[in-house]
């Protein structure tokens, strides 16, 4: 009996489960180095944008969708945002001599990610096009229009004041607490907030649910779906905006492969590819557990290309278990 109850709460908190025991192995493996505050905040700097992006497509597969443009589409917010927080006496500035508050980046970057979000859900929404497709063929186009806009150059030299949202930490020098973790905490609330206690919210798990059976109890599918995708979008604009100001520039590879690792974060975090099983808690989660096999594999000085094969195999494994785990309840 006790077996069984063990082994439920196991099934139950399988990624919480599987995180302690990363955490455990990865402290054994550094001789506990990667418990000290210095490794935390370093793994927190480096997956908090990882994060925006994360609960931005965790939705959308709540919803039964999938979107492929994320890397290209942050690649062009981080971009935009950049443009506008150059120096302005930057010769290869893009606007050059001009100087703008540093509000006009930060909502140049935004509004990027959400006319892009948008124009993803009005092709799955209301041009019923697979959300495979639909993304696939936008991420084309967000790495075209990154291209034309910067000349395939470097979005270099910004301002001071647009790098510190990223690049500084608040609190005594010893257990200081970026800001960018912050910036995490407070979307993951806003996140968790729409999911958990907004109609909204639940009308994304009914889409993903049974979107027939959404429509038939009076849900306006087409609406929520577009919803859905303008909030990842704005999502993604905010990550670009905060990685142009984590890296101090933006160029045709920043956030390359982004879409693998948050696809990844939310699979592990327990969000369904089946769509209308999900948590905001899981993919943070997710995307931590994520982090530590980064870290863990750069630790082991595993090389860069054998941990794409790592990535893929695990979203492949978490797939494959996910699909066992619901297909028992069908």
């Known amino acids: 009996m006790k077996e069984i109850k063990i082994k439920q709460i196991v099934s139950k908190y399988t990624t919480f489960v599987t995180f302690v025991a990363l955490v455990f192995i990865l402290a054994i493996l550094t001789r506990g180095q990667a418990l000290t505050w210095p490794s935390i905040k370093t793994l927190i700097i480096a997956e908090s944008v990882r994060a925006f992006a994360s609960l931005g497509v965790g939705m959308i597969i709540i919803t039964k969708g999938i979107d492929l443009s994320i890397g290209y589409v942050v690649c062009l917010t981080a971009s935009v945002a950049a443009s506008f927080a150059q120096i302005p006496t930057y010769e290869s500035a893009l606007y050059f001599g001009h100087s703008f508050p540093l509000l006009v980046p930060i909502l140049a970057g935004i509004l990027a990610g959400g006319l892009f979000g948008a124009f993803n859900g009005v092709l799955v929404a209301y041009g019923k096009l697979p959300p495979f497709i639909a993304t696939l063929g936008t991420m084309s186009i967000a790495r075209g229009i990154q291209l034309i806009y910067t000349r395939a150059a470097i979005v270099g030299s910004l301002t001071p004041q647009f790098k510190a949202l990223a690049q500084t930490s608040i609190g005594p020098v010893t257990f200081s ?97 089946n769509g209308g099983v999900g948590t905001v808690g899981g993919m943070i989660i997710g995307v931590f557990t994520m982090g530590l096999i980064n870290y863990g594999m750069s630790f082991l000085s595993i090389d860069s290309y054998y941990q794409l094969l790592v990535k893929g195999s695990i979203i492949i494994v978490a797939v494959f278990f996910d699909m066992k785990k619901y297909a028992k309840r069908a």
């Open 177 to 273: 607490i970026p800001y960018l973790g912050i910036y995490v905490v407070i979307i993951t609330v806003i996140v968790w907030v729409l999911l958990k206690h907004t109609r909204q919210g639940t009308n994304f798990y009914a889409i993903g649910g049974n979107a027939q059976a959404a429509r038939v109890s009076g849900i306006n599918v087409e609406r929520d779906l577009l919803c859905v995708y303008l909030y990842a979008g704005l999502l993604y604009g905010c990550a670009g905006v905060l990685q142009a100001g984590r890296l101090g520039l933006a160029n045709a590879l920043t956030a390359n492969g982004m879409e693998l690792d948050a696809i990844a974060a939310v699979t592990v975090g327990g969000v369904s590819q």
